[in-house]
């Protein structure tokens, strides 16, 4: 959605920052009393690790959507950072099924 973008409209980078709040409170959802939520976290959380991951040979196809595909230049999205989010969001798996 914002990766082929070069001008990244004012409501793209909101949806940016929206959706970074949004992903920071599925983490905190780890921690829910609520089998359900804890579970769809959990999905949720397995699909952000994929997606902020380097894949070592993306399909040309776009069927999958990773690191790979942000050009380093790009204005609003960082890789390295994306990158480093995703493996938080693994370590917090990890730790979660550890203690499971």
Do not use: Y
Not at 38 to 44: D, E, S, V
Not at 66 to 79: K, Q, S, Y
């Amino acid at each position: 959605w914002q990766v082929p973008q070069r001008k990244i409209p004012q409501d793209m980078t909101e949806a940016w920052v929206h959706l970074s709040h949004l992903k920071g409170f599925i983490l905190e959802a780890l921690d829910a009393e609520n089998e359900g939520i804890r579970t769809h976290a959990i999905k949720f959380i397995e699909v952000l690790v994929l997606c902020q991951s380097m894949h070592p040979d993306p399909p040309e196809d776009g069927s999958e959507v990773c690191i790979n595909l942000i050009p380093a230049d790009h204005v609003t999205l960082d890789g390295s950072s994306l990158i480093a989010e995703g493996g938080v969001a693994f370590q917090s798996l990890v730790n979660f099924t550890t203690t499971q």
